[in-house]
């Protein structure tokens, strides 16, 4: 994960790949240099989960990684955290660009956080934890396609639908267990 720096227009990288996502760098590096509020950050349609580094140098602490994430040969845009073990994976923001035009693919919030998960040697899902309650959470997994999320299944705690057993398996993201199954293993 390299630090986010302002991109210059005439920058040009490997194959062109940060100047197709300048305009979504020069946000988050104005909103880490300008320490914005919260607010601020909902307001343009970035991670909330960046003002969470708001400390002394911001700029220090907040990164990007290119990384093709669905073997299309276009790198995606990935906004995290700058660490050794990058931050368990966790990301903020997504963006892909499959047909050159810029798609914010995910960001993430308090309660609806996103993490990388590596497969296999190039094979990539992202795991998205959210929750609505302390009585209904779930762990949803996607491929990315085209510049979208796919969901490949979801893990739903619901104790407000079945108490003594609470545990779903999803294969959509709607919060409604009556359509699935407590067959977790198969």
Not at 6 to 31: H, S
Not at 83 to 103: C, H, R, T
């Amino acid at each position: 994960v390299e630090e986010v720096a302002q991109v210059e227009t005439e920058e040009i990288t490997e194959n062109n790949k940060v100047n197709v996502y300048k305009e979504q760098m020069n946000l988050v590096y104005k909103a880490l240099s300008e320490k914005w509020e919260i607010d601020q950050y909902f307001d343009n349609d970035i991670s909330s989960l960046i003002s969470n580094h708001r400390e002394d140098n911001p700029l220090d602490s907040v990164g990007y990684a290119l990384e093709d994430l669905d073997g299309d040969g276009k790198d995606e845009l990935l906004i995290s955290a700058v660490s050794k073990d990058f931050s368990g994976g966790m990301l903020y923001d997504v963006y892909s660009a499959p047909n050159g035009e810029v798609i914010h693919v995910l960001s993430g919030h308090e309660r609806n956080r996103y993490y990388l998960q590596w497969l296999e040697e190039e094979i990539y899902m992202i795991a998205n934890e959210a929750s609505n309650s302390a009585f209904n959470s779930a762990w949803y997994y996607y491929t990315l396609s085209g510049g979208e999320l796919k969901l490949s299944q979801g893990v739903v705690f619901n104790a407000a639908e079945d108490e003594n057993n609470p545990w779903f398996l999803a294969y959509d993201t709607d919060w409604d267990s009556a359509n699935d199954t407590h067959d977790i293993d198969g």
